[in-house]
């Protein structure tokens, strides 16, 4: 484990119970709440846990390697005397870990300059910075219609079989902040072999640049330790944010394979579940992890987060994706009917929203008339679609001219500024270009969100449509 | 009971912790303790509340991160319930749950090391308005300071009366400074209040006179009295933090307590530099100089949240007692509920609906209840109006903070997922929303001789409900088999939405919008659509008249800008120009 060993304060042999992933020590005094823990048994590598409660001698500690193959008698625990901290500092780019921390690229354990409680601490309000420069990510559909500010935390919410994970990856390989300095901090948790993979290769640059940190926790490492991963994450993010200034982009997939941890503690508890047999507490959990992002006054580092979440079935009200977005700040929309036109990303626009995108893009942040030509771009595209089920019910002869014209502009729309490719990075120009060639299949008057400057400079007709 | 003064910290009785699970904190050896007594836990003095008494054993609620917290730990006791030190200051402070000042802590929040009570060294310009030898009784006026742009009275306290035995001459006192004596009892600017207890007014008054909200919406649909209660029900992202940020911004309320509560960091921020950048339309001062924040947002200490609803609260009584109208806003009400919960769970205790305390109900009601119009102790005329957001999960609004929260409140805003969706803000559902202080609030503008007020309103209600069933036949039947005078109909439900519910809290111009341009906007609408019956009435197509131009009407509330007579005769012309296309159809 790297996080520099305090001097064990506490240290007893032999568990008194052993439950799901829970270990029950007896006999052991002056054990502090949410104290770090770790298991020795005389054969297999140390294991790491968190006390969930204490009662006089009696210590519940949660085990992040899960307890098989445990056996009470020779079950050595000793209590570090503090919570879970790790080192912090720059040794942190360019290394790959696992959901622990540990390294697995063969360095030497990641040293830092001073350790860091992983729980973290609330940013008092007060000090916080309302953010409002764009992260670039170089994807149209994004950078156009829903843009990354940064500080904000913009989940993506996907179902099973969508390519969510290749997008956040995408994102994480080509996000920019204007040249100031700029890092990716990756956390995988459950993720299968074949993804992790995919994910490493895909930021091998970023990380042979020394602007990746890279933790992945897979589906068939320990589930509990996903808990941690995520803090760890953050912890690391939070540093080199705020104290040595720079631009962190966190992105963190899967948070619902991270729940479904949540969920396993909470039930080896015996707590009363909640909705799905989700704790109750899980929105405040979720908003210990999702509020560690924003700017501070006075600073010039940011912590931005992606978190990437799969919609059990689909559904929207399923408490991971409910409770995300009550924190969050707007979502991105996979959806299957995108994704059924061949187009990627696959973004749902008209279901996604960036709530932060007003401070974060226009005039003196992005383009003069991007927030217009966005506001346009969705205007049209939700009459579009109004137009499409009236298609679909009267054929598409019975349209008006105009209407038809409306299909067509869906057609550019997706073909033109939404889909690219899976290494493609687009500038923001070229996107809003793409952006006014959709918009041009439409007759001038129909784009009433735009003013006559905007229109004189980027409106080019196709012959016949205005 | 008299409180002026918060009891000194005697540490007479040392307790010790026996179990840490979370915030749920057992403790033994704490004889004569009494419920709802604060204590300090453990080397770093957390802040913990007296929640149950077993014999020996004591259970307490900490207010604060127990991390590090251990068996043995030493309990002191602070011999007094959760307090707010009310005074001048107040005002454009931002504090967190317990009322602990933020201004003046560091970035970043560290449990055990804040504390209460505001900055004693800030001088105060005292003007004494008794003279030696007045006789006084509690909540008399005794003199005031002037608090941004506010007259803050200092009031005799709760429990004293007697005569004016002494009285400080005008001049700067700071915050430690007493300012006059009665019945012997010294008078300070500031005293303690526990939160919990709700403050006495001498009669509770109907609230009969309307909050002005600037929203539309609420103003011309779902009104809302001073004195009165509302909750904004909604999923997320349907716009319950924009529509209750419009309100504190915008409503003609005196004071504003803002309670972010267990809601984002980065909406606090933004609110506050809004509120620190935006003046008062009506004072000339900043927006924030009425305003109180209370910010404890979602990853600060979950307990807190519980106390922070009712720390503002009290703050909002404190300013009715001086005879203002306060208006409390909660976001969101849930979290607080979930902080019940939560610690209901640890706790053991015999869990109701949907792992919610059996209690739910009852805290809901009476936090709902501390809203009210009064006859203050003083003889003034005060309120306190409660607006709270609910966050029901999964959007379902069935479950038990939405299904008792509608209940005990007077107004119901309740936010569509669909009508957000389709970007119509404030996704306000007419369907789902009510008012109870509609009838109250007619009379009042009828006592004002507008006795149209509440003809409108009726009438829009009405239009709204069939348009919605006309529309939901013709999606069946097509639009062409209704008949002429229905489909007009459906076109005035469109005017109605789009002309006039529909307001961007974005919009330079619209964001906010007074009484007389929003009667003007109702009365264009309501014209333009008599005008298009009429036209059928008279034999037009309906389909004719579909094809005027109504794009003036529309847009009149995003060009009309301003609230004097020159925005009026623009919304007129508007009209004007649309009844003119719609007459000379024939
Ligand atoms: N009145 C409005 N005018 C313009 N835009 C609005 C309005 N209300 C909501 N919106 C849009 O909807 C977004 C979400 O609104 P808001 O933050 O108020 O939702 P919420 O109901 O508080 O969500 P949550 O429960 O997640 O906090 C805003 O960022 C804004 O883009
Ligand atoms: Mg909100």
Known sequence: MTTGLAWPRVERLGAAELRGPLLVMSGVSGVGWDEFARIRTPEGPD??????????????????????????????????????????????????????GEPVDGGPPVMGDRLVPVAGLPINPVRRQPPAEPVLTGISAIDALTTLVRGQKLPVFSVAGLPHLELATQVAAQASVGGEPFSVVFAGMGLTHPDADAVRDALEERSAGDELVLLVNTADDPVIERILTPRIALTVAEHLAFELGRHVLVVMADMTSYCEAVREVSAARGEIPGRRAYPGYLYSDLASLYERCGRIRGMPGSVTLVPVLTMPGGDITHPVPDLTGYITEGQIVLSNEVDARGVYPPIDPLGSLSRLMRRGAGAGRTRDDHLDVAAQLLAALAHAQQVRSLADLVGERALGATDRLYLRFEEAFYRDLVDQRKDEARDLGDTLDRGWTALSVLPRRELSMLDTAQIAAHYSPAEGSS | MTVTA???????????????????????????????????????????????????????????????????????????????????????????????????????????????????????????????????????????????????????????????????????????????????????????????????????????????????????????????????????????????????????ADVIVYVGCGERGNEMADVLDDLRSIVDPRTGGRLMDRTVIVANTSNMPMMAREASIYAAVTV??????????????????????????????????????????????????????????????????????????????????????????????????????????????????????????????????????DSGWARQRARVVSLLGSADRLAELAELMGVGALPGHERMVLLGGRLVREGLLQQSALSAVDAWCGPERSAALLTATLDVLDACQAAVARGIPAASVEEVDFTPVLRAREEAAGEGDESRHAIARARDLVLAEVEALG
Not at chain 2, 92 to 97: M, N, T
Not at chain 2, 361 to 388: K, M, N
Request: net charge negative; hydrophobic share 40%.
């Open chain 1, 47 to 100: 294991r790491h846990g968190l006390v969930l409660a204490v009662d006089r001698d009696l210590a519940v500690v949660e085990v992040l390697e899960g307890t098989e193959g445990l056996r009470p008698e020779d079950t050595r625990v000793s209590f570090d005397g503090a919570p879970l901290r790790i080192p912090v500092g720059e040794s942190w780019l360019g290394r790959t870990c696992n959901g622990r």
């Open chain 2, 316 to 449: 909002a009584e404190y300013y009715r007692d001086m005879g203002y109208d306060a208006v409390v806003i909660a976001d969101s009400t849930s979290r607080w509920a979930e902080a019940l919960r939560e610690f209901a769970s640890r706790t053991g205790a015999l869990p109701a609906e949907e792992g919610y305390p059996a209690s739910l109900a009852s805290a809901l009601a009476a936090f709902y209840e501390r809203a009210g119009r009064v006859r203050t102790l003083g003889g003034a005329d005060g309120s306190v109006t409660i607006i709270g957001a609910v966050s029901p999960q999964g959007g379902d609004l069935t479950e038990p903070v939405t299904a008792h929260t509608e209940r005990f409140v007077r107004t119901l805003w309740t936010l569509d997922r669909d009508l957000a969706y389709a970007r119509h803000y404030p996704a306000v559902s007419w369907v789902g929303s009510f008012s109870r202080d509609a009838d109250v609030l007619a009379a009042w503008h009828a006592g004002r001789g």
């Open chain 2, 6 to 252: 918060r009891p000194a910290d005697t540490r007479r009785s040392v307790g010790s912790v026996t179990r840490v699970d979370g915030p749920l904190v057992e403790i033994r050896g704490l004889d004569g303790v009494s419920m709802s007594e604060l204590l300090h836990l453990g080397p770093h003095d957390l802040l913990a509340e007296v929640v149950s008494l077993t014999g020996s054993s004591v259970s307490a609620q900490a207010y604060e991160y127990t991390g590090g917290l251990r068996p043995g730990d030493p309990v002191v006791r602070l011999d007094h319930p959760l307090s707010a030190r009310l005074g001048p200051g107040l005002l454009g402070g931002v504090f967190d749950g317990l009322l602990r000042p933020l201004d003046d802590a560091g970035t970043w929040l560290e449990p055990g090391q804040q504390e209460a009570g505001g900055d004693p060294s800030r001088m105060w310009e005292w003007t004494p308005d008794v003279v030696r030898g007045s006789r006084v009784t509690d909540g008399d006026v005794l003199g005031h300071v002037i608090e941004g742009s506010l007259e803050h009275r200092v009031m005799v306290p709760v429990g004293v009366s007697g005569s004016v035995t002494d009285v400080r001459a005008a001049g700067s006192v700071n915050g430690a400074d007493k300012v006059a004596r009665v019945d012997g009892v010294p008078v300070g600017l500031g005293h303690w209040w526990p939160v919990r207890r709700p403050r006495p007014a001498a009669e509770r008054r109907e609230a009969a006179v309307p909050l002005q909200t600037g929203q539309r919406v609420v103003d011309v649909l779902f009104p809302l009295a001073r004195g009165s209660s509302a909750a904004v029900p909604g999923g997320f992202g349907t716009g319950k933090t924009m529509l209750l940020q419009q309100i504190a911004k915008w409503c003609d």
